[in-house]
């Protein structure tokens, strides 16, 4: 069910089938007579066909232009020049969104299975039932239309997570770079170190999204978020009666990635049989199901990741040391956001350009709001400057995003910078020879410097509204010292 202007419209069979008609139907047949016959009965149930000879003119077909948007083709087997197994391989190769159906003479069981496995949607012998053929065509488009599906959200895939989408200038990002295209063609373990947040997940689906396993599936495997009960059922899977509550066979994440990444973050969480079993698997490639004997071959590569230093582990004993050595092949340590603060406006700007395209809003920065993430200091890294970007893009009404779209954290935490900037900007107004003079007027210290002391502590309190616990906070005093001071200086609150 869809709304258009308004009014709830429903979305039925019919009008799937009519969008689904778009994408065109190749026959494939080096009998004209059949592939006019079968062409011109497509063609009466409002098929947009193409007709070619053999294999070889079918692919130079889908080669030369693209725009066809072939769905379907609909291919003989015996065929001169090049038969229909070798178009089915060639179709499998070069483009897997289209959908063959087989029709032949000659049917055998053995080319049959044949043709299944390399994609056939159907496998039909002729004479050909009018009747059978729109039910195989008919299934075979929803194929292509799910087959296409997949080309494009793998394409939105390749976009969000391939190496371009790792943002930054900072020369420590510039080193991520190199070491992400440098291992990313090799089966070579690789481990991820940085802070929650810094994007060793992204790190890891760039890996994954420039090496050649990119049609392969990326699985993601968090030892912190999975009970220790179930880590090992989770990572190798297991079988039926293997403990209580086992009622079927579950594969795990290492089969789920079988020819593809797997991703195990928080690899310093594994308990300890969980990293000698791990272990096994990065040095021989092979497992066996929890509660099975059968051991099984791992296709996979492997990228880890953790948010604390293994060696320090390794050195109180609370990480095996054969494994971290085995895992620590090539290392790409992510720095902290706030010690590469020339990417923050970057970043910002790369958020903001993606949540806009997502939400089709329009927005820009304001002023002084780029200045304000530049101040903050990120204890959630670039995930959390995400956050804060998605927030606003969400929450503000107008064109410009202003400071106060922004978290309430971010103010709070740049209260204290204000402070000092006001002081410094009202000091630069004043006269220079003025300021030297107010700097000391023969009084001692101690006296000289209670007036600043003073003005510092209401500029503070002001910045707050009053809130007492967080001035003394950004004062970096205790509340008690801050009560004695307002005490001293007889700074009361003013009456709303």
């Known amino acids: 069910m869809t709304v258009n202007n308004g009014n709830l419209k429903l979305v039925g069979q019919n009008q799937s089938s009519a969008d689904n008609k778009r994408a065109r139907i190749l026959v494939v047949d080096d009998d004209p007579i059949v592939a006019d016959s079968l062409a011109e009965m497509l063609r009466e149930d409002r098929y947009d066909v193409a007709t070619a000879s053999n294999g070889l003119e079918a692919i130079s077909l889908l080669d030369s232009d693209p ?3 072939f769905g379907i083709i609909i291919t003989d087997l015996n065929m001169p020049r090049m038969d229909g197994v070798s178009l089915l391989r060639e179709l499998k190769q070069r483009h897997s969104e289209v959908v063959p159906i087989v029709v032949t003479g000659f049917g055998k069981i053995e080319s049959a299975v044949e043709a299944v496995k390399l994609g056939a949607a159907d496998y039909l012998t002729k ?7 729109r039910l195989a065509v008919n299934k075979a488009m929803n194929q292509h239309v799910l087959l296409a599906e997949n080309v494009t959200m793998k394409a939105q895939l390749s976009e969000r997570y391939g190496l371009g989408n790792l943002v930054g200038a900072d020369y420590r990002m510039q080193k991520v770079y190199d070491l992400v295209e440098a291992v990313a063609e090799s089966n070579t373990t690789v481990l991820i170190t940085g802070e929650s947040g810094t994007g060793k997940s992204m790190v890891g689906h760039a890996i994954h999204e420039t090496s050649s396993r990119r049609s392969g599936p990326f699985v993601t495997f968090a030892c912190g978020s999975i009970p220790e009960t179930l880590l090992e059922s989770e990572l190798f899977g297991h079988v039926k009666g293997a403990f209580t509550g086992a009622d079927t066979d579950k594969i795990g994440k290492i089969a789920a990635a079988e020819g593809g990444t797997l991703f195990i973050d928080e690899i310093n969480s594994a308990t300890p049989a969980l990293q000698l079993k791990l272990l096994r698997v990065l040095q021989e490639k092979m497992y066996e199901p929890v509660g099975s004997t059968e051991t099984k071959q791992a296709d996979v590569r492997f990228v880890l990741a953790t948010n604390q230093k293994l060696d320090e582990l390794v050195s109180k004993g609370e990480f095996r040391e054969d494994l971290y050595y085995r895992i620590n092949v090539v290392n790409i340590e992510l720095p902290r956001l706030s010690e590469r603060v020339r990417d923050i406006n970057i970043l910002a700007e790369h958020f903001l350009e993606r949540h806009c395209k997502q939400m089709s809003r329009e927005r820009r920065f304001g002023d002084g709001v780029l200045d304000v993430l530049q101040r903050y200091e990120w204890p959630g890294n670039v995930r959390e400057l995400e956050n804060a970007i998605e927030r606003a893009v ?70 707050n509204n009053w809130n007492r616990q967080e001035t003394a906070k950004q004062l970096d005093i205790n509340r008690t010292t801050l009560y004695k001071k307002i005490k001293q200086y007889g700074l009361d609150q003013p009456a709303a």
């Open 394 to 463: 969400v929450l503000s009404r107008q064109l410009t995003i202003s400071i106060n779209d922004l978290p309430e954290t971010l103010h709070s935490k740049d209260a204290h910078v204000l402070v000092q900037r006001a002081i410094a900007m009202r000091n630069e107004t004043s006269d220079t020879q003025h300021q030297t003079q107010a700097l000391w007027d023969g009084l001692p210290l101690s006296e000289a410097l209670k007036e600043p002391e003073k003005r510092i502590l209401l500029a503070a309190l002001e910045a």
């Open 67 to 69: 725009q066809h948007h």
């Open 127 to 133: 004479p050909v039932v009018d009747e059978e053929l």
